[in-house]
């Protein structure tokens, strides 16, 4: 069936440091694909989204481009801060169902 | 509000006892979303509306679980006979239309079987 493969956690980064947390599907249909973020005490909320190959999402400093290629969506942001903390879930949409990465947690320390 | 609203936020059941989770989705989205989400893990799918239709129920985990949205809008999580494994958190999520627009989620109900 369709999944997400997230990269496992937990990340421990200094601010001012860059960031990636890898993300891939598995190659079938053509799902639009999205980050979605949970900050401590929060409900998910949409970071990023690209609905088809190629396409670059952005958002806060963070970007994702969805490559065909390599089935991959992964995060990045040049320069994380401590208000970044929280877990992230790469999210797979097909017309259905949306499928969920395991999540990975960040942490920030100034 | 403009978001997506469930209730109860917390309950405790104890094992045995029936629940009913609501969800009331954003005004004219048509698809809505179960998800259960375990401490530590990520949401798992459990079953999609569009409008009262439901379309896919694959995720549920068991006969236990039953939902409905009768009139297209409110949305039902019911589990019968509770077990301590059902404890988790349930998400409901709302989309306008099509697989590229935002699904927006609701806070959660957080279950708790003792």
């Known amino acids: 069936g369709d999944s997400v493969t997230q990269m496992e956690g937990p990340v421990t980064l200094s601010e001012e440091a860059f960031l990636t947390i890898n993300c891939t599907y598995t190659a079938t249909g053509y799902p639009s694909l999205f980050w979605y973020v949970q900050y401590p005490g929060e409900g998910l909320q949409l970071l990023l989204k690209a609905t088809k190959a190629d396409d670059k999402g952005s958002n806060k400093g963070f970007e994702a481009t969805y490559r065909k290629e390599t089935t991959s969506f992964h995060l990045e942001k040049g320069s994380v801060q401590v208000s970044d903390s929280a877990v992230y879930f790469c999210?797979?949409?097909?017309?259905?169902?949306?499928?969920f990465g395991d999540g990975t947690t960040l942490t920030v320390k100034p | 509000g403009a978001g997506v609203s469930q209730s109860p936020r917390y309950k405790v059941a104890k094992r045995g006892q029936d629940v009913a989770l609501r969800c009331d989705p954003i005004s004219g989205h048509v698809s809505l979303f179960w998800y259960q989400q375990a401490l530590g893990q990520g949401p798992e799918f459990l079953t999609y509306f569009q409008n009262e239709a439901q379309l896919d129920k694959s995720g549920l985990p068991s006969d236990r679980f039953f939902a409905e949205r009768p009139e297209g809008s409110v949305s039902t999580l019911k589990i019968q006979r509770t077990q301590q494994e059902d404890s988790a958190v349930y998400l409901c999520a709302s989309r306008a239309g099509r697989s590229g627009n935002t699904i927006y989620f609701g806070e959660g109900s957080w279950l708790t079987v003792v």
């Open positions: 999210v797979r949409a097909d017309a259905g169902k949306s499928t």
